[in-house]
Nanobody
Framework: QVQLVESGGGLVQPGGSLKLSCTGS????????MGWYRQAPGKQRELVAV???????NYVDSVKGRFTISRDNAKNTVYLEMNSLKPEDTAVYYC?????????WGQGTQVTVSS
């Protein structure tokens, strides 16, 4: 069974940092694009950052310069390092892996930015 498991969420003060991890099992994700999405209460899920199988990256404008996505294929893991966090970054963060017709989602991890 293919699974993606996120970790690293939590409560952080504005201006703080968190690093999310997403580790896959049941499949080798080397040739998959991988990304992080988030969904805030009452809002649609949005793509935050993506890293291709060739390690090219792209970000939504609101996180550029603050978030960094990376992957470690040896560990079947994708990371999202989040700095200078703002209250509007509060959401459930999901990782996703996709290739051709296949796509897999993690269960999500809560990130709350509040003083």
């Amino acid at each position: 069974q293919v699974q993606l498991v996120e970790s690293g969420g939590g409560l952080v003060q504005p201006g703080g940092s968190l690093k999310l991890s997403c580790t896959g099992s049941g499949e080798i994700f080397t040739n998959y694009a991988m990304g992080w999405y988030r969904q805030a209460p009452g809002k649609q899920r949005e793509l935050v950052a993506v890293v291709s199988s060739d390690s090219f990256t792209n970000y939504v404008d609101s996180v550029k310069g603050r978030f960094t996505i990376s992957r470690d294929n040896a560990k079947n893991t994708v990371y999202l390092e989040m700095n200078s966090l703002k209250p509007e970054d509060t959401a459930v963060y999901y990782c996703k892996a996709w290739r051709l017709s296949r796509n897999y989602w993690g269960q999500g991890t809560q990130v709350t930015v509040s003083s």
